[in-house]
């Protein structure tokens, strides 16, 4: 594609980089084809091709008014389009500086403005979050639906295994899920441990920046990688293997830290470091280790693949695959490249949408009525809560729930 942008805009590192990426565009529309957004609206500008457009008349000058601050807020940034790319458009990096440069040229309106202040304010602090959340589950009648269904019943995990291997990895703990789903991270644990690995929490860790990241502060989110790496730092320098997320959302964010923090000479080495040892709790778990979990009484599952695992972090088929090792009987899932609709702060600022795409997705989970969902993302998971009976769960918690108790197994 070519483009036209201005001298001033290319002497930037936001232009250079939106300039690389447009040209790298064939116009092809394979996108179009498989975006959720385009085909809820059947709008162009609703697709990534047209949201590129949309991006490269920004950048070359053209009139920025509240409809394209629309087109690019109603993506939902699931990357679906990138699996799909034959010329492996970097769409998400282009989005985003897309996002930034609109928001400087076009005010939000004031539900908007209140929106996304609250997201930033609480959201990304686990403190704040907590005190917020026990707080509406109190004022729960008087909430709307969509929220209210999204406030799961306060719940105490079991003991953490205390550290006794030789093995050591890290954990990011996260801002939401421990008040949300306490147990996704004790599990975790559990099965590590029964596997020779000792999880290691880092107190002064928190969210891993993918809330002002995605919602244009793009700075602030640094600021959240920073401290992590501060956090991590001695652990990594002592010997731990890996750091171990179970939010594949955090972790396609953590595993971009070298790249977002290339140019900050104090962390770019310790960023790229970090990136290395990030890991998905499904690249720690191997086919052979699930097998000496010994799981019993395996039943029928529907998994959800989040989009930050299938189309961000490229391990479609993982976690299928390890559940059916363990013996699980996995539902046929139509569809399965589509997002659900939660896409981090997504569900809150486009809950029509949102809400349309989730009743899509729970339509298809539960065609082959499976007993529970499985999947591994904690939006995911409290987004398709909101709209069933039918449980669902993270698939660590499955097996942890599902191993045999008593014994320890060497990794």
Known sequence: MQTRIPLEIL????????????????????????????QLLGDELDGPRGRIYLIKDMLEGGTVTEKTQIHLDRCLTCRSCETTCPSGVQ????????????????????????????????????????????????????LPKRLRNKLPASAQPGPWPEPRHQRRMLILEGCVQPELSPNINVASARVLDRLGISLLRAPRAGCCGAVHHHLGKSEAARDFMRANIDAWWPEIETGAEAIVINVSACALEVKEYGELLRDDSAYAAKAERVSELAKDISEVITQKHVEQLEIRAPGRIAFHAPCTLQHGLGLHGAVAGLLGSAGFTLTPVADAHLCCGSAGTYSIMQPELSGQLRDNKLEALQADAPELIATANIGCLTHLQSGTDTPVKHWIEILDEHMQQGGEHAA
């Open 11 to 38: 002497a930037t590192d936001a232009g250079r980089e939106a300039d690389q990426i447009l040209r790298s565009c064939v116009h092809c529309g394979f996108c179009t084809a498989t975006c959720p957004t385009y």
């Open 91 to 142: 769409y998400a990096r282009l989005l985003a500086i897309g996002r930034s440069m609109v928001d400087e040229k076009v005010e939000r309106g004031p539900k908007q403005r209140l929106l996304r202040k609250a997201a930033l304010s609480i959201m990304p602090y686990r403190k704040r979050f907590a005190r917020a959340a026990r707080l509406a589950r109190i004022a729960a009648p008087l």
